[in-house]
């Protein structure tokens, strides 16, 4: 039987983990949509990874309070690998589609970047934090549809050379070389995936994609100077959104869980 799942952030939940509330769109959701009752019995996944077996004890308009029976295995497991998918900005629904596609296959974190082709520029902050709000909740639909307890984290856009010396240093906590856990892929000046040199069983990987426009040739020497591998995807020429899509699915066959 298929669960019936919902959402609750970690502070939804009392100190004893034996109650949590849903918000109003969880709760009209599970009252107006799904028509459940009190006593009928659901899933709450905190997007960190836990998921719950629970019970409906109160259910209102706005809101809904439910008995923690018991915590139980998420619906479908997490990838061994932990990948984060760094993407040029690209156009609204371009991105989205990234978002909704990379969280499905088992990304941990998305990071769009502003490259010097990217499809589009940011007004300013404001204009940022809408967006990235926006991927958030594509995330966190994303990880309910596909079964996932952990809703992948969507930072703030970072600059290119920021990205360049941040991912490396993120990486060094024991299980990586940072120096074989970074990939950017690009059209040109790289090789493939076959014969770039990487860890044979790896638990943490950065790839980065670029936009449309590609790279420029002063982007590719900072990256290889910094020590990225550039690996290629092959002869065609792909577009941004199938090429982060492509990546993703490569990378979780090769070091993840899609067999």
């Not at 371009?94 to 969280?103: I, N, P």
């Not at 958030?136 to 952990?150: M, T």
């Amino acid at each position: 039987m298929t669960r019936r799942r919902f959402y609750a952030p970690p502070g939804a939940f009392n100190s004893n983990l034996d109650r949590v509330i849903l918000d109003t769109a969880e709760a009209r959701h599970l009252r107006e949509v799904l028509r459940l009752k009190i006593g009928d019995e659901i899933y709450v996944f905190n997007g960190k990874g836990k998921e719950f077996h629970c019970r409906i004890e109160e259910s209102r308009r706005d809101t809904a309070q439910l008995k923690v029976i018991s915590e139980v295995a998420p619906a479908r497991p997490e990838s061994p690998l932990e990948l984060t998918l760094a993407v040029a900005l690209l156009k609204g629904e371009k991105f989205d589609l990234v978002v909704q596609k990379a969280t499905e296959l088992g990304v941990t974190r998305v990071v769009p970047v502003v490259t010097r082709l990217a499809d589009i520029r940011l007004r300013d902050a404001s204009d940022a934090a809408k967006r990235v709000g926006r991927w958030q909740r594509i995330a966190l639909e994303a990880a309910k549809q596909s079964g996932r307890a952990l809703v992948p984290e969507i930072t703030s856009p970072v600059a290119f050379a920021s990205l360049l010396q941040e991912a490396p240093a993120k990486l060094q906590d024991g299980r990586a070389n940072d120096q074989l856990n970074c990939l950017m892929f690009s059209e040109r000046e790289g090789q493939s995936m076959m014969k770039a040199t990487l860890p044979a069983n790896p638990s943490l990987l950065t790839a980065l994609v670029g936009s449309e426009g590609g790279w420029t040739d002063e982007e590719l020497a900072a990256a290889r100077q910094a020590g990225w591998a550039i690996v290629t995807l092959g002869g065609r020429t792909l577009r941004a959104e199938t090429a982060a899509i492509a990546v993703t699915t490569l990378l979780q066959h090769l070091y993840g869980d899609l067999s």
